[in-house]
């Protein structure tokens, strides 16, 4: 099946150093959710992509659609310890009737 | 205010026990999904429902079962044929198809005693 692979893992940062994180697949994507699980919560809609190259700022994240279509980019500005928890993206691909969800971006931020 | 509820917020289950999770929404959303969260893991999909009355199985839906009565809501119940029922339990919504953008509930922690 459809695998949304996310990179890095996990991370660990000092406070106040940007982060970025990607997330690719091996099918054509229409859109690009990124959403964010804070520990012992659902996981929250961060931004939604909608074509090819677009680049979306929602606060201090941004997230870009890629231009292949299989991958996306979410960078995080000037973290603070509120930024910790999972980042996942996820998509319908470009055919099918499904949904899919990447394997997950661990963030720690040290204060 | 339009949300995705989940109660409780941990359930404790005794073996051989079967425990019934609720989720219920208010967006008006045609779809339901449950999913399954271990440590450290990404989000397995265990049943899903796009219509009332109808559902599909997910990646792991052995030991689990669900009903769709009613557009707002989809239980989830946890069969004492689950070998490792301790996760967390996550339900979501969307609009239409299972194409459609996904919204979460806050999730549910059961533990096995």
């Known amino acids: 099946g459809q695998q949304l692979n996310q990179s890095p893992q996990s991370m660990f940062i000092q406070e106040g150093e940007d982060v970025s994180m990607n997330c690719t697949s091996s099918?054509?994507?229409?859109?690009w959710l990124w959403y964010k699980q804070d520990p012992g919560e659902g996981p929250v809609l961060l931004i939604a992509?909608?074509?090819?190259?677009e680049l979306t700022s929602n606060g201090r994240l941004t997230a870009q659609f890629g231009i292949t279509r299989k991958d996306s980019f979410l960078n995080i500005s000037a973290s603070i310890p509120s930024d910790v928890g999972i980042y996942f993206c996820?998509?319908?691909?470009?055919?099918?009737?499904?949904?899919?969800f990447g394997t997950g971006t661990s963030l720690t931020v040290i204060p | 205010d339009g949300g995705i509820t989940q109660s409780p917020k941990y359930l404790f289950r005794k073996e051989g026990q079967n425990v019934t999770l609720s989720c219920e929404q208010n967006?008006?959303?045609?779809?339901m999904y449950w999913y399954r969260q271990d440590p450290g893991q990404g989000l397995r999909l265990i049943y899903y429902?796009?219509?009332?009355?109808?559902?599909q199985k997910g990646d792991i839906a052995e030991g689990y079962s669900v009903s769709r009565e009613k557009k707002e809501s989809f239980p989830l119940t946890v069969t004492s044929a689950q070998k490792n029922p301790t996760a967390f339990y996550l339900c979501?919504?969307?609009?239409?198809?299972?194409?459609?953008?996904?919204?979460f509930g806050p999730g549910t922690r059961l533990l096995v005693l």
């Open positions: 099918s054509i994507f229409n859109t």
């Open positions: 429902s796009q219509i009332v009355n109808d559902f």
């Open positions: 992509l909608y074509k090819a190259g």
């Open positions: 979501a919504s969307s609009m239409g198809r299972a194409r459609e953008t996904q919204y």
């Open positions: 996820a998509g319908p691909p470009n055919t099918g009737n499904q949904f899919y």
């Open positions: 967006l008006n959303h045609d779809a």
